[in-house]
């Protein structure tokens, strides 16, 4: 399996290989969204010598002639040249700790991307029974020393395995003055003292013993005199890493010990001390960035680079700089008299800066590099037009963002919605939606959105009734017909109906209450509440008697009536109750005594009298004993009518 997976990624390039590979020190600018592992997400555990099932996922866009799996101190998988990209990973039994996984996919060749990498926790499920270090205790030689600790422990299962940089191991130390440890395992010496680091792993700890030396600063071999010894031993150093923040080589903490920290070491000596003229200090080269790197490495602006050279003291002055540029900027070897100088890297993409110095002796600097990332380009967004389509509620806008350099800051920004917010009880033709910023790892943004032009509609038609009135009195059988009508200013109105159709008649008989109701609904499913009028149906009445004619008071008057419709047809029936209810004199509105001549009404009913007109008629003998001159009315109801009735009379 590692053999051919060799085969193809040295095919895809030695230093993609070497970079993304082995290293896999960082995600780095290797990994694109292309490519991705979807399963597992980062942190889930999985035992030693279990078998691991991941899957990877790749853009509909992209087409890879092979993917394969890299997996850290794991190793390669065999390639897959076509979907599913689903592998089973065996985890190695004597790995514990955090290890990153890596998805490759090769487009050609010479060719190939890599997914971002997720990180996956290799624990034992074995209980922890003892542990181990490789140091009972340690004694430094001077502030600054780094000394790793190796921890191993045995398990119930019979195994025993390097629990060092395992999620599950903590460690600490007793008197910070006088050492650190870090989360893998590192002790350094930081003052004069003694102090215990203790490891601890589930219910089992052990302790290493640490001793620091007094010293000060330039005393590196802490014999009390800083000397001649003390600078042999960064001479020694040159142009080699610092071991740390606390590397009392690196007198000047730029993380590198070079001819500066000698020439300061010079300076702090307490007895006679020197760099040999015979020896061949070279020169010391910094770089400074302006601007400098966000915290994730990257610049979105153009980078001045200013180069300064410097030698040693009593040594050959800087003669020249030599620098040069490959990747996203090239830039010829160039090499530039005297110990400074700047350029500017304007090209987006990855830099790498080579430099280094020569002084006039000839010495050479061991050659140095800087990485430049810079991405001045925002992300690309990309989101879907409105349909064109009413709806009934809010609309959501579907939108992806990718960015070609510095890849996005969130990752959840390469698909994301944007939705309009509109109010209830409204409708428009033009709702925006909200907006999203997207921006990359450099710092550069763009804002998604707001997408204009949606149509939403969340309010119902309107109804309106002008036939029948509210309160409206109709005869029996009066010809009216149905007015009404309803409108929507958004999807437009898909239903409107009444309890009949607006132009047909209205229901007039038979008498009594009635209730017209209208429904709508719009094209999205709103729904008008339902809109009502209540209307009575009332007889018309046809007179038998002349109310100008006056009787004399005292007598009785017939009143003689017929209900009618409002084509004044006689609709009176025997069925129908008619009662007199009151009596009034109309000029002083005075309530006067109501009173039937004779045993003819009784009840103060009237008299149904099937002789009067085609369906017959109604009496009432009204007695108008005691009324005094004047115009008198007398209210009288009708069953199923819901309206009294008046008939006026004179009495002299």
């Known amino acids: 399996m590692a053999r ?385 389509l009413w709806h009934a509620s809010d609309v959501t806008i579907l939108c992806t963002a990718s960015d070609a350099g510095s890849g996005l800051a969130n990752p959840l920004d390469a698909s994301f919605s944007l939705t309009t917010s509109v109010p209830a009880e409204t409708e428009t033709s033009n709702a925006a939606t909200d907006t999203r910023s997207i921006c990359d790892v450099a710092g550069n943004c763009a804002t998604a959105g707001p997408v204009t032009g949606n149509m939403v509609d969340k309010k119902p038609p309107t109804i309106s009734i002008s036939s029948p009135t509210a309160g409206g009195n109709y005869l029996l059988n009066q010809a009216v017909n149905a007015n009404y009508g309803c409108a929507d200013g958004g999807s437009g109105v898909a239903t409107c109906t009444g309890t009949v159709a607006s132009g047909s008649p209205l229901s007039t008989a038979p008498v009594g209450s009635k209730t017209f109701i209208v429904n709508a609904t719009d094209k999205v499913g709103n729904i008008a509440p339902t809109q009502s009028v209540s209307y009575s149906i009332t007889y018309g009445v046809c007179l038998l008697y002349d109310p100008t004619r006056a009787v004399q008071s005292g007598s009785t008057i017939p009143l003689k009536i017929q209900l009618c419709d409002a084509n004044n047809g006689d609709v009176s029936s025997s069925t129908v109750v008619v009662h007199a209810v009151s009596l009034v004199q109309t000029s002083t509105n005075a309530s006067e005594v109501l009173q039937a001549s004779g045993n003819a009404n009784p009840d103060n009913d009237f008299r149904f009298d099937p002789t009067l007109g085609p369906t017959g008629g109604y009496i009432f003998n009204l007695s108008t004993k005691g009324l005094t001159t004047g115009s008198y009315q007398l209210t009288f109801t009708a069953a199923g009518d819901p309206l009294p009735h008046v008939l006026s009379f004179q009495a002299r």
């Open 4 to 388: 051919k997976a060799t085969i193809i990624l040295t095919r895809v390039g030695q230093f993609a290989l070497l970079f993304c590979t082995f290293l896999l020190a960082s995600d780095s600018v290797c990994a694109q969204q292309t490519i991705m592992i979807v399963s597992p997400v980062t942190g889930t555990r999985v035992a030693p010598g279990q078998t691991l099932t991941v899957q990877v996922s790749t853009s509909p866009q992209v087409s890879f002639s092979a993917v394969q799996l890299i997996g850290e101190n794991i190793g390669i998988t065999s390639p897959k040249s076509s979907q599913p990209y689903s592998f089973a990973l065996v985890m190695p039994n004597d790995i514990i700790g955090l290890k990153k996984l890596t998805a490759l996919g090769v487009l050609s060749p010479e060719n190939a991307v890599f997914s971002p990498s997720i990180v996956v926790d290799l624990e034992s499920n074995a209980n922890a029974i003892g542990l181990s270090v490789n140091f009972t205790q340690i004694r430094f030689r001077h502030t600054g020393q780094e000394l790793p600790l190796v921890v191993r422990c045995d398990f119930d299962d019979g195994s025993n395995l390097d629990i060092t940089k395992s999620s599950l191991i903590s460690y600490s130390v007793a008197d910070n003055s006088v050492a650190s440890v870090d989360s893998a395992g590192l002790v350094t010496a930081v003052g004069p003292g003694s102090t215990n680091v203790t490891a601890r792993y589930g219910n089992q700890a052990t302790q290493v013993q640490i001793f620091v030396p007094k010293s000060k600063r330039g005393d590196l071999n802490a014999d009390g005199q800083i000397n001649q010894d003390d600078l042999n031993i960064v001479l020694a150093a040159l142009s080699t890493p610092a071991t740390g923040p606390t590397d009392a080589r690196d007198l000047n903490g730029d993380g590198i010990i070079d001819i500066m920290d000698a020439n300061i070491l010079v300076a702090l000596c307490t007895q006679p001390c020197g760099i040999p003229a015979s020896y061949k200090v070279p020169p010391a080269t910094t770089i400074a960035a302006v601007p400098q790197p966000n915290g994730a490495g990257w610049n979105n602006s153009d980078i001045t680079l200013s180069l300064v050279s410097t030698g040693s003291n009593g040594g050959a002055a800087v003669k020249q700089i030599t620098y040069s540029a490959t990747g996203a900027q090239f830039i010829a070897t160039t090499v530039v008299p005297g110990a400074s100088t700047s350029f500017a890297i304007t090209t987006e993409g990855i830099t790498t800066i080579t430099f280094f110095g020569t002084d006039n002796a000839g010495n050479v600097e061991r050659a140095k590099t800087l990485t430049i990332r810079l991405d001045k380009t925002a992300p690309s967004i990309s989101c879907s037009a409105p349909d064109g």
